[in-house]
T-cell receptor, first 112, second 115 residues
């Protein structure tokens, strides 16, 4: 079966750093994506890790450890606009196609 | 168009009625996905189209749900005999190909309310 686990909610202060963890159990694993979704909005792609290590894109970084079936999203210099839900999603190969399997999301609340 | 579009943006229907939701993917994107998102929940995979290959329908929750796609363009998701538990946001996404599934571009969704 396929499963992903991430915390349901995280609260942090503006300007701080926050880490959102994601553990997964899946067959046919290819990589780990992260998406951001503001209330009432559509999910938007943030990052993708296919290999172990840290990928940095501006204030956001994403990490993957394939051996530990674990990844995280790191948000630095938090801003109020970062308040949103963050989803990890496993890219998995099933039969002859690839799919994204989403976690249930982490709601991030940034306080002043 | 510049992005994925979906229509209608909102739909209120009575229990037992059929509804049809539409998705226009980004031009040139051969892969198209439908998801369901209940309030405060994650994205639940419904169905996936890749070019002219047979669709992956493994996520459809019941035979009341069906979807079609014409070539590599518009897709429609049909829910027959709607039930109150079908109330959710239905999201469509597209990617360049299934090999690019990690980067999906989502439409704004259709918010379905079944009374």
């Amino acid at each position: 079966g396929q499963s992903l686990e991430q915390p349901s909610e995280v609260t942090a202060v503006e300007g701080a750093i926050v880490q959102i963890n994601c553990t997964y159990q899946t067959s046919g694993f290819y990589g780990l994506s992260w998406y951001q979704q503001h209330d009432g909005g559509a999910p938007t792609f943030l990052s993708y890790n296919a290999l172990d290590g840290l990928e940095e894109t501006g204030r956001f970084s994403s990490f993957l450890s394939r051996s530990d079936s674990y990844g995280y999203l790191l948000l630095q210099e938090l801003q109020m606009k970062d308040s949103a839900s963050y989803f990890c999603a496993v890219k998995a190969r099933m039969d002859s196609s690839y799919k994204l399997i989403f976690g249930s999301g982490t709601r991030l609340l940034v306080r002043p | 168009g510049a992005g994925v579009s979906q229509s209608p943006s909102n739909k209120v229907t009575e229990k037992g009625k059929d509804v049809e939701l539409r998705c226009d993917p980004i031009s040139g994107h051969t892969a198209l996905y439908w998801y369901r998102q209940r309030l405060g929940q994650g994205l639940e995979f419904l169905i996936y189209f890749q070019g002219n290959s047979a669709p992956d329908k493994s996520g459809l929750p019941s035979d009341r749900f069906s979807a079609e796609r014409t070539g590599e363009s518009v897709s429609t998701l049909t829910i027959q005999r709607t039930q109150q538990e079908d109330s959710a946001v239905y999201l469509c996404a597209s990617s360049l190909a299934s090999g690019g599934a990690e980067t999906q571009y989502f439409g704004p969704g259709t918010r379905l309310l079944v009374l």
